[in-house]
């Protein structure tokens, strides 16, 4: 089904430049990535081809700063890519962990390919994306037309710098509300800096499904209850656990490029069944966090960077986030004669100069008849190995899995 643009995706919009500004230590950087596990070498050839085909769609855009004040910062075509890197590796998951870094869109290409061959002969391929770029469903998107010879060309708007300053500032002084008052507050301390540790885990889709409907639940509020239950079961505290849980707000047939989401939460208690998350989600998915009280969003274009991060911090940051990034499409199994044994989709982190408030967060796709988990912990209070991350989720898995 063909994808309908926006007529505004030339612009970067509130939350594209949230995480704009997090490549410059003002906020948490955040990178989404696509991973493919194959039990044979690399099909070098299909993979280069894949590459260009990226270059040539929407990942293929750069940051250009504006002078007019107001004005958004825009969106250029850019067929400036990084070369594949091949490589050796003992471990997958900590090569796949150190492969985010320099994806800053505004100073360089933005998303890089790599991969690496494993001991056991097997090879690992990646995808990063800056987030400010696509959000899971955008780098899904172009990985498949991608894959599938399909150029999808972002289709850039055209109006002016000065249009687009009069559309922002008549926005905020139309919605402009003074801020209600209110009381100092102390500022928390920093707590100390600590590198985040993943675990990766694939297991049977149909009897994660079957669990799911034994126990009152849903295949997603089961997930979500798995990974409430991995953070207690790493040593957090036994109160209630707040949850961000992102929504995917596009409409049907919109454009898939750049980021359309929003984030719903909820909150679970020690005692909640599979059930009782299944209600609290339901509820969790309808109730969107928002932004400071008064003031519209836009009001953020007109802000140097260090204020709006300011205005902006800690935005969706709950104790667990909960992404069910869903069913990836069939294409996404295979890279020419190199078949996927399991994939993995989620966000990392790379060069964190502060510590979120969030402890865990949990990233869930399905590939065939297999779901794959990945967890990302920033818990060091707690967690001090991926085996202990491994361990705990193993345990609050309801099927058997197998560690990547």
Same mark, same amino acid.
């Not at 009782?276 to 309808?286: I, L, N």
């Given at each position: +089904?063909?994808?309908?643009?926006?007529?505004?995706?030339?612009?970067?919009?509130?939350?594209?430049?949230?995480?704009?500004?997090?490549?410059?230590?003002?906020?948490?950087?955040?990178? +989404?990535?696509?991973?493919?596990?194959?039990?044979?070498?690399?099909?070098?050839?299909?993979?280069?081809?894949?590459?260009?085909?990226?270059?040539?769609?929407?990942?293929?855009?750069?940051?250009?700063?504006?002078?007019?004040?107001?004005?958004?910062?825009?969106?250029?075509?850019?067929?400036?890519?990084?070369?594949?890197?091949?490589?050796?590796?003992?471990?997958?998951?900590?090569?796949?962990?150190?492969?985010?870094?320099?994806?800053?869109?505004?100073?360089?290409?933005?998303?890089?390919?790599?991969?690496?061959?494993?001991?056991?002969?097997?090879?690992?391929?990646?995808?990063?994306?800056?987030?400010?770029?696509?959000?899971?469903?955008?780098?899904?998107?172009?990985?498949?037309?991608?894959?599938?010879?399909?150029?999808?060309?972002?289709?850039?708007?055209?109006?002016?710098?000065?249009?687009?300053?009069?559309?922002?500032?008549?926005?905020?002084?139309?919605?402009?509300?003074?801020?209600?008052?209110?009381?100092?507050?102390?500022?928390?301390?920093?707590?100390?800096?600590?590198?985040?540790?993943?675990?990766?885990?694939?297991?049977?889709?149909?009897?994660?499904?079957?669990?799911?409907?034994?126990?009152?639940?849903?295949?997603?509020?089961?997930?979500?209850?798995?990974?409430?239950?991995?953070?207690?079961?790493?040593?957090?505290?036994?109160?209630?656990?707040?949850?961000?849980?992102?929504?995917?707000?596009?409409?049907?047939?919109?454009?898939?490029?750049?980021?359309?989401?929003?984030?719903?939460?909820?909150?679970?208690?020690?005692?909640?069944?599979?059930?009782?998350?299944?209600?609290?989600?339901?509820?969790?998915?309808?109730?969107? +966090?928002?932004?400071?009280?008064?003031?519209?969003?836009?009001?953020?274009?007109?802000?140097?960077?260090?204020?709006?991060?300011?205005?902006?911090?800690?935005?969706?940051?709950?104790?667990?986030?909960?992404?069910?990034?869903?069913?990836?499409?069939?294409?996404?199994?295979?890279?020419?004669?190199?078949?996927?044994?399991?994939?993995?989709?989620?966000?990392?982190?790379?060069?964190?100069?502060?510590?979120?408030?969030?402890?865990?967060?949990?990233?869930?796709?399905?590939?065939?008849?297999?779901?794959?988990?990945?967890?990302?912990?920033?818990?060091?209070?707690?967690?001090?190995?991926?085996?202990?991350?491994?361990?705990?989720? +193993?345990?609050?898995?309801?099927?058997?899995?197998?560690?990547?």
């Amino acid at each position: +089904m063909p994808r309908t643009p926006s007529t505004d995706l030339d612009r970067l919009s509130v939350v594209d430049e949230i995480f704009l500004r997090a490549h410059r230590g003002l906020g948490t950087p955040t990178v +989404m990535q696509g991973l493919w596990l194959t039990d044979d070498p690399v099909d070098r050839e299909a993979l280069a081809v894949v590459h260009g085909q990226l270059a040539r769609g929407p990942l293929g855009r750069q940051v250009r700063r504006v002078r007019v004040p107001g004005a958004r910062a825009r969106w250029e075509s850019s067929t400036q890519t990084w070369p594949i890197v091949y490589s050796a590796a003992p471990d997958p998951v900590t090569w796949a962990d150190a492969q985010g870094g320099d994806l800053d869109p505004s100073r360089g290409p933005g998303w890089r390919i790599s991969a690496c061959g494993l001991p056991n002969g097997s090879s690992l391929i990646s995808l990063v994306s800056s987030h400010v770029l696509a959000d899971a469903r955008g780098l899904i998107a172009a990985v498949d037309d991608a894959l599938l010879g399909v150029s999808q060309q972002p289709l850039l708007a055209a109006h002016s710098d000065w249009e687009d300053a009069r559309q922002t500032w008549r926005t905020v002084f139309r919605e402009f509300r003074p801020r209600p008052s209110r009381s100092a507050s102390t500022r928390t301390p920093p707590r100390p800096f600590a590198p985040p540790i993943s675990a990766i885990l694939s297991f049977s889709a149909p009897e994660f499904d079957r669990s799911a409907g034994e126990s009152g639940s849903t295949p997603n509020s089961l997930f979500v209850h798995t990974v409430a239950s991995v953070l207690y079961a790493t040593g957090f505290p036994k109160r209630p656990i707040d949850v961000s849980l992102p929504v995917d707000t596009r409409a049907p047939g919109a454009a898939v490029i750049g980021n359309a989401l929003a984030m719903g939460s909820t909150t679970i208690e020690p005692t909640d069944s599979p059930t009782d998350v299944r209600a609290k989600c339901g509820d969790g998915f309808g109730h969107r +966090m928002s932004g400071p009280k008064g003031i519209p969003e836009e009001f953020l274009h007109l802000l140097p960077d260090r204020l709006a991060a300011r205005a902006t911090k800690g935005a969706g940051e709950l104790d667990i986030l909960c992404s069910n990034i869903g069913t990836l499409p069939d294409s996404l199994g295979q890279v020419g004669a190199s078949r996927a044994r399991s994939v993995a989709a989620r966000a990392i982190h790379p060069g964190l100069t502060r510590l979120p408030r969030t402890r865990l967060s949990g990233y869930l796709c399905r590939s065939g008849d297999e779901y794959t988990l990945s967890l990302v912990s920033l818990d060091r209070e707690n967690v001090r190995s991926r085996n202990e991350l491994q361990a705990a989720a +193993m345990d609050c898995l309801p099927v058997r899995a197998t560690a990547w």
